[in-house]
């Protein structure tokens, strides 16, 4: 029956073309809005991490001014950052399966045979493990070995995008870069790869460009590496050198441990409160216990990536879906009342309420689905005009509206099921209108 | 084929009552012609939508084909409409926007019937009332007469026992008048019963059997002499007179 | 006209009157916010920054080989760079306002961290900030060129003398002028006020304090320094070229970090949510609007079909056609009430769920007047051609049956 319905929606569209094509550019316009704002909700609301998420934790110290919390809007939080002595601390914990200490710098690298413009390159101090822990893929090479944290060895992993500046995308494995003085040996070379958002570094922007260069942390000491996100102090010190900088309560790191079992997690986190407890001994610390350790999700809420601006707009987007959903309600209604004496024939010659209600139904859904496509397309386009507009010089803009074919089914879908809920009304009331009353005179 | 004892039927309002039937009684055997007549809103528009399980009814017992219907659900009474009965309406009633073919076609689905099966009725209903060179046309590129050959083509693809007829030439002129009248003839010969409700006169005498409603009650109960053919029929060319019915 | 039949009349066929109504409920709620967020972002975005941000491009200049005169470099350029043909003057300067990169810092009244207290945006820079950044001076002047001073290595400490803005005097100093006052950072070194910025924004357009700017005269330390270069209006895109090509042929032994930016680019980047948020509100404003004009047309259009027998036979007992056109206006005009008058609540709920929820500023009542105006006029707009439609129907209707 149901492709005899279909046959019957689409004699029904061509009796009333207008107001077919109305309801199908009133839903197509609401799944258009939704699908550009519910894109960029679900960039930023996406976890990069995916179930691997789960267990890995950023733990969060409160190391901040006992006068003032570190966050006003809500006072219990702990800031997102660690100071270096706390980062240290955290790394030096036996618990977990894996664990990295990490910040973003930068500097002029040069290469030695001068085969390369010397230019800057955002690089990120970390250690061996951010490579496993994070899933990161390397294109040639690998991450340096465990060694070469402690010495530290002067090893580099380039991203993609680097290697090609550098090295015209070659496999350079082997070869070196000069930076700040001493030559660096490339060991790896990674993948395309950019996480979004950039949850282990939210708090210098979670869609902020990727590192081009990855070093062991230990070099940042020794060079006198300054972060180059953010730093943030609250402690009136005298700091004089990079030293007085390290020992200083400024907050610019972030730990990351990788934790199996809920056994670690807790045993983790009273490793982190003990730490805390007997900081407060030598004077640290002189805020009440408040201490943290987010999962990748729990982090990314902690930290806002989903923007007030985000939901507000979503709710939007959905409020002007139910108008226009309301919209095609009345003109299905409209619509179907206006071809009630149709239905009364059809109840005459023995159609069954119920398959009056499935035709109508069917028709609703195939306005639907019409309506789905032609959004999905405008949605495209909308996005694409968007990205055009503001990628001009907004490389952020870009990065928070990609698009996928996932969201499109999920737009398809959606405009299906509100055009079947929109249908539902109509096509009831049609069911049981009386068929007598319509058969004598049309 | 059907039987109907005591049927009431109330038209209410906030304000009036209406008994469009009391206690209405009438039985139609099987390959009976029978014509209904009686004056505007005498009750045998009601009768017809009671007896073609358009409507539901206050009181009273109604077999049809042996089965009773009074309690039956809107399913069950829209799968009996389908099968047994077949409806011919003054202005035919034709789905606009479907051709000749899918006119036809409609009860079949309803039937649930294999594409084999839809086909061989559809073009032997054709056969009979004579439009098989127009099954691609649409209504409205038909003549009137033509509709209503195509409706009565939709009454009988189904098979059905019982054919409910409500002023079926009321909007036709008399030449096509007398060739639907013909048509109807020539179907209850095959078998079919047919019930033909009408308030004219000259048309009813062409039935087997007359019975006239007047306030919702049969008054007259006069079985007709058989017979066939017969000239001076007359239709209706405007439907004013009955406007409201 | 009588509205109580049309009244019972519309009774009797709820369920079209009470769908558009709640269209239009909806439509309120959302135009009305909409109107009001967009109009906040607008009135945001549009705040002048005190600089001639137009014309003003800037860029990092890296060294990195040991030893390299950082200081004889930065001269040499700027001297360069200010005789430069469409430049009115260049400046280095540790970061740029309207960046979103910045760097700030506490400052109080009186030593030992007492008195009044603000954060300052604070920037490195040289006796040509004020030109080159094309800020006012409101009291005082810019600095000598003998203010200038280099500390090879960060360290905790004031060049003597700043210029503030207006912002930050008014935070520190109130009402009582600034010029010649002095203020201390957190471990009492001082720092005397020579001059007063009418106004500047700094570097984070989203910070409650943007206008809160000191500018020290003192070059940054470790190598590395923004140039920040005004030009002469409609010169910046031909002087940017030229800069670039002049500075790396003047020492190619250092890195000049491209692309260059326009601080009109940053300012847009800045501001890029706001407007993104903007331009998203007043399309969805402007849809929603033709939606439900469409909707109501629709339905009008629609009533007036299955009406036509009723229409004609109000025209054959008399009715005139602008009775008929009143008679359908008024209809629409009274679901369009019962609609906005919802939609008032909706608006007013949705409004201060908003508030509650998303730190957005609470719903302006003369929005929701506006917006109830509008709706009104947009359902009579809506509803004139399927009125005039209906006026057109012929009292002969009433007698036809097919």
Same mark, same amino acid.
């Given at each position: 029956m149901f492709s005899y319905y279909l046959r019957l929606a689409l004699a029904s569209f061509r009796r009333n073309p207008g107001l077919t094509a109305l309801m199908i550019f009133a839903i197509a316009l609401g799944i258009a809005v939704c699908m550009v704002t519910l894109t960029s909700y679900r960039a930023a609301a996406h976890n990069p991490a995916g179930e691997r998420g789960a267990v890995l934790f950023a733990p969060s110290v409160d190391s901040w001014d006992p006068e003032n919390s570190y966050d006003k809007d809500n006072k219990s939080l702990a800031p997102d950052l660690l100071t270096y002595r706390d980062a240290k601390a955290l790394y030096a914990s036996d618990i977990p399966d894996r664990k990295l200490i990490t910040y973003r710098t930068g500097d002029i690298y040069t290469r030695p045979d001068k085969g390369m413009d010397p230019h800057y390159i955002p690089t990120r101090m970390t250690s061996r493990d951010f490579f496993g822990m994070f899933d990161v893929p390397f294109l040639y090479g690998g991450p340096w070995d465990g060694k070469a944290d402690e010495g530290p060895e002067p090893v580099i992993v380039l991203s993609k995008e680097e290697n090609k500046k550098a /090295? !015209? !995308?070659?496999? %350079?494995? !082997?070869k070196t870069l000069n930076w700040k003085g001493r030559e660096f040996r490339i060991v790896g070379v990674l993948d395309a790869w950019e996480p979004?958002?950039? /949850? /282990?570094?939210? %708090?210098? !922007?979670?869609f902020h460009e990727m590192e081009g260069a990855y070093v062991p942390f230990a070099w940042g000491p020794i060079l006198e590496l300054g972060s180059h996100g953010n730093t943030n102090c609250w402690k009136t010190e005298t700091i004089n050198n990079f030293q007085d900088f390290l020992n200083s309560e400024c907050i610019w790191f972030a730990a990351w441990v990788e934790l199996r079992t809920s056994e670690k997690q807790r045993a983790y986190k009273a490793y982190m409160d003990n730490y805390v407890l007997d900081q407060k001994k030598h004077g640290r610390f002189p805020r009440p216990l408040n201490n943290y350790l987010y999962d990748v999700d729990g982090w990314l809420k902690r930290n806002k990536v989903v923007e007030d601006d985000n939901k507000a707009m979503l709710t939007l987007a959905f409020a002007f879906l139910a108008v226009c959903l309301v919209n095609t309600v009345g003109l299905l209604l409209a619509k179907f009342l206006n071809a009630a004496p149709i239905a009364g024939v059809r109840r005459a010659l023995g159609a069954s309420r119920r398959d009056i209600f499935w035709q109508h139904l069917t028709e609703s859904g195939v306005v639907a689905l019409a309506g789905g496509v032609v959004g999905g397309i405008l949605g495209v386009l909308g996005i694409w005009a968007l990205r055009a507009w503001y990628g001009r010089f907004v490389d952020e803009a870009a990065r928070v509206l990609p698009f996928d074919g996932k969201n499109f089914l999920i737009v398809i879908a959606i405009a299906v099921t509100a055009g079947l809920l929109a249908g539902l009304y109509p096509a009831w009331r049609i069911g049981r209108a009386a068929p007598a009353s319509y058969l004598k005179v049309q | 084929m059907l039987s109907m004892t005591n049927v009431s039927k109330v038209f209410r309002t906030d304000l009036i009552e209406t008994h469009a039937l009391r206690n209405f009684s009438l039985e139609v055997k099987a390959g009976e012609f029978l014509a209904v007549t009686g004056p505007s809103g005498s009750g045998k528009t009601t009768f017809l939508n009671i007896a073609g399980l358009l409507e539901p009814y206050e009181s009273g017992s109604y077999k049809l084909d042996g089965v009773e219907v009074t309690d039956l659900s809107d399913d069950a009474r829209s799968k009996l409409r389908n099968e047994k009965i077949g409806f011919i309406f003054q202005s035919f009633n034709l789905m606009p926007d479907l051709n000749v073919y899918d006119n036809i076609d409609v009860p079949l689905r309803y039937r649930r019937m294999k594409a084999a099966e839809r086909d061989k009725r559809i073009t032997n209903a054709l056969e009979i009332v004579g439009l098989a060179a127009r099954m691609k046309h649409i209504p409205a590129q038909l003549s009137g007469g033509q509709q209503q050959r195509v409706a009565i083509a939709r009454a009988i693809a189904g098979d059905p026992k019982l054919i409910m007829a409500d002023e079926p030439t009321g909007n036709l002129d008399s030449l096509m008048a007398r060739q639907v009248m013909d048509l109807l003839e020539k179907i209850n010969e095959m078998g079919t019963t047919i019930i033909m409700v009408t308030h004219d006169p000259e048309l009813a005498r062409r039935a087997h059997r007359n019975v006239q409603v007047v306030d919702g009650q049969i008054t007259d109960f006069k079985p007709y002499e058989p017979r066939t053919g017969g000239e001076g029929m007359r239709g209706h060319g405007a439907a004013v007179a009955n406007a409201g019915a | 006209m009588e509205i109580r039949p049309i009244l019972s009349a519309l009774m009797r066929n709820r369920a079209g009157a009470i769908l558009v109504a709640l269209q239009i409920a909806i439509t309120l709620a959302i135009v009305v916010n909409a109107v009001y967020v967009t109009q906040q972002r607008l009135v945001h975005i549009g705040r +002048?920054?005190?600089?001639?941000d137009q014309n003003i491009f800037s860029f990092w200049v890296n060294t990195y080989e040991k030893d390299y005169d950082y200081l004889g470099m930065v001269n040499a350029d700027m001297a360069l760079l200010r005789q430069m043909p469409g430049v009115i003057d260049a400046t280095p300067m540790s970061q740029m306002p309207l960046s979103g990169s910045g760097s700030s810092t506490q400052f109080y009244t009186? +030593? *030992? $961290? $007492?008195g009044e207290k603000s954060p300052a945006n604070y920037y490195l820079t040289d006796d040509h900030a004020v030109q080159s950044l094309g800020v006012k001076l409101s009291a005082g002047k810019t600095f000598n060129a003998s203010d200038v001073e280099y500390k090879p290595t960060q360290e905790q400490s004031w060049a003597p003398v700043a210029i503030i803005s207006t912002g930050l005097a008014k935070a520190l100093f $109130? *009402?009582?002028?600034?010029?010649?006052k002095t203020f201390y950072d957190d471990i009492g070194n001082p720092i005397r006020v020579v001059g007063v910025i009418e106004h500047m924004q700094g570097s984070w357009v989203g910070w409650d304090k943007v206008d809160r700017v000191m500018l020290t005269p003192r070059l940054n330390p470790g190598g590395s320094t923004m140039y920040a270069i005004r030009t002469r209006p409609g010169e910046i895109d031909r002087v940017m070229a030229d800069v670039e090509v002049a500075l790396r042929k003047r020492d190619p032994n250092r890195v000049i970090a491209t692309p260059i930016k326009k601080m009109s680019d940053m300012k847009l980047q800045s501001y890029a949510g706001d407007s993104l948020m903007a331009v998203t509100l007043s399309t969805v404003t402007g849809l929603v609007l033709v939606f439900s004009a469409l909707g109501i047309f629709g339905l009008a259009t629609f009533n007036v079909n299955t009406r036509t027998r009723q229409i004609g036979t109000r025209r054959a007992v008399g009715a005139r056609k602008r009775d008929i056109v009143r008679y359908f206006m008024t209809e629409n005009w009274l679901i369009t009430s019962i609609g906005v008058l919802v939609g008032c609540c909706l608006a007013l709920g949705a409004g201060f769920w908003l508030s509650t929820q998303y730190q957005l500023p609470r719903l302006d009542l003369y929005y929701l007047i506006g917006g109830v105006l509008g709706l009104w006029v947009v359902g009579q707009l809506a509803a004139w051609q399927p009125s005039r439609k209906a006026a057109k129907v012929s009292p002969a209707m009433a007698t036809r049956t097919v």
């Open positions: /090295f !015209g !995308g070659e496999n %350079s494995v !082997g979004m958002p950039k /949850f /282990f570094d939210v %708090s210098n !922007g979670a | - | +002048p920054s005190g600089m001639d009186q +030593p *030992d $961290k $007492k $109130k *009402d009582e002028p600034a010029l010649g």
